[in-house]
């Protein structure tokens, strides 16, 4: 059976199995997650999910078992530390992902492995394990299910997500290939993540991942103390795949089962892409494209007439002209590119000052702000046929630009086939550390200098260099 495949190849896998090439992306990925949440922690939403945690359960745990809010001093149950951390990780629209599997990876992986290898001071080889292991079975499963599963408004973090952190913890508390397999069937049934959550402009989009982490862990867990899972949980008549992916034209029968197995243990870890920009990941080729067209304009963007933003269709649904808050404005196509021509710059620090000085409000006194809503109240977005149909291969945009006749009387024009941090076109680690201090400006960037060689440490050592100890 499918799972049962699987659950040997974690049970079996050995960190000397690892490429350099998937050591290196794996190191480069939890310095990205690392500097991601240690910011992300400040938000409001990691924040009420720790004073949540705090209400209630202080002074309700006896166990010894502690683990690292990340950013904070606080300790706290694995579980609990694991889940706030999922939370911070996916809060800033920053954390890594992959392309075709439609799935953010690092936000689940290093909050289930980090707490587990903390609280039971496990080696930083143990570590890469699970993480890598992670890695190669969520861009399996998200190949597998999407875009079906993402069309039909499934967050595949969220779901997929589950199975993921199951399999991470499931490697570190050394289960069994038969409790492994309990385990995913337990984090199949609990699998959750709607893209309405998104779309509403709500807090419940970096819930899902929060929540992912919690279930896989609290699976596995489960699954080592005897708890049973469904086996099938995954290809079955009323699994995953019938429900929530293929629905009536699913037969399993059918499913090439032996073509996605023979996959294992050969994804490629370094296909994963890292953000530069806290936009969804759908925006990203837009915002690159008029970032270019920033450059041949300059500050003149007071003479644009009008713009258009040619992309592929799942690109395009992102067009909320009225972002009501910072959750709507991550989502807006847009604002993206408005923000793009007129500031020349997409940071979290310069959104947030936009933000103060009235982006989202009715009213601004700031020139700049009122730049970017004139933009946008000009601005048309396009699904464009021939674009998508180079999706997900490609995620094209195609940014066009009429100038007044005071200022060129011409249209400009430029298109991304591949934004900024794709394998394709890739970042350097200086970018991705320059990238941790634009986000940290205060942490002592010497500190991350233990992650190049974890892999001779305890991971609580680890956490306790990178905590500034």
């Known amino acids: 059976m499918f799972l049962q495949n699987i659950s040997k190849f974690i049970s079996n896998y050995r960190y000397e199995q690892a490429t350099i090439e998937s050591v290196t992306t794996v190191k480069a990925a939890f310095l990205d997650f690392f500097g991601v949440t240690y910011r992300g922690i400040g938000e409001d939403a990691p924040q009420i999910a720790c004073n949540t945690v705090e209400e209630i359960f202080n002074g309700n745990s006896n166990l010894n078992l502690r683990a690292s809010v990340i950013g904070t001093r606080i300790k706290a149950d694995v579980l609990h530390a694991a889940f706030i951390n999922g939370i911070s990780a996916h809060v800033l629209e920053l954390d890594d992902g992959h392309r075709k599997a439609q799935i953010h990876l690092g936000s689940v992986i290093f909050p289930t492995a980090l707490a587990i290898a903390e609280a039971y001071d496990l080696s930083g080889k143990e570590f890469m394990e699970a993480v890598i292991v992670g890695y190669e079975v969520g861009i399996l499963l998200g190949q597998i299910v999407n875009p079906e599963h993402r069309n039909k408004g499934f967050h595949t973090t969220g779901t997929i997500g589950a199975f993921v952190a199951g399999v991470v913890a499931s490697k570190l508390l050394k289960l069994d290939e038969e409790q492994i397999l309990n385990a995913l069937g337990l984090c199949g049934t609990q699998a959750a993540g709607l893209l309405e959550s998104d779309h509403g402009g709500s807090m419940g989009?970096?819930?899902?991942?929060?929540?992912?982490?919690?279930?896989?862990?609290?699976?596995?867990?489960?699954?080592?103390?005897?708890?049973?899972?469904?086996?099938?949980?995954?290809?079955?008549?009323?699994?995953?795949?019938?429900?929530?992916?293929?629905?009536?034209?699913?037969?399993?029968?059918?499913?090439?089962?032996?073509?996605?197995?023979?996959?294992?243990?050969?994804?490629?870890?370094?296909?994963?892409?890292?953000?530069?920009?806290?936009?969804?990941?759908?925006?990203?080729?837009?915002?690159?494209?008029?970032?270019?067209?920033?450059?041949?304009?300059?500050?003149?963007?007071?003479?644009?007439?009008?713009?258009a933003v040619k992309t592929y269709s799942v690109a395009a649904e992102h067009n909320n002209y009225n972002p009501k808050n910072i959750e709507e404005l991550r989502q807006s196509l847009p604002y993206a590119v408005a923000i793009s021509l007129v500031v020349g710059e997409v940071s979290v620090d310069g959104i947030n000052q936009l933000i103060e000085f009235g982006l989202l409000d009715n009213y601004s006194t700031v020139d700049k702000v009122n730049s970017i809503k004139n933009l946008v109240n000009h601005m048309v977005i396009v699904s464009d046929d021939k674009l998508n149909e180079l999706y997900p291969d490609k995620r094209p945009s195609n940014v066009i630009i009429k100038l007044d006749k005071s200022f060129r009387n011409g249209v400009f024009q430029n298109i991304t086939l591949l934004p900024k941090g794709d394998f394709e076109n890739p970042f350097q680690l200086r970018e991705l550390i320059d990238k941790f201090k634009a986000l940290n400006p205060q942490y002592d960037i010497s500190n991350l200098t233990v992650i190049d060689s974890l892999e001779d440490y305890t991971m609580k050592f680890v956490v306790r260099k990178l905590n500034g100890g």
């Open 205 to 307: 989009k970096s819930l899902h991942v929060g929540k992912a982490v919690y279930n896989g862990i609290l699976s596995a867990y489960l699954a080592r103390n005897g708890f049973t899972g469904s086996e099938t949980i995954f290809e079955g008549a009323e699994g995953f795949l019938k429900t929530m992916v293929f629905d009536d034209e699913y037969k399993q029968e059918d499913f090439l089962f032996e073509d996605a197995l023979h996959d294992v243990g050969k994804v490629r870890v370094r296909d994963i892409y890292f953000k530069k920009y806290p936009f969804c990941r759908h925006l990203h080729s837009s915002i690159d494209t008029a970032l270019k067209l920033k450059a041949s304009i300059g500050e003149e963007y007071d003479h644009i007439q009008n713009v």
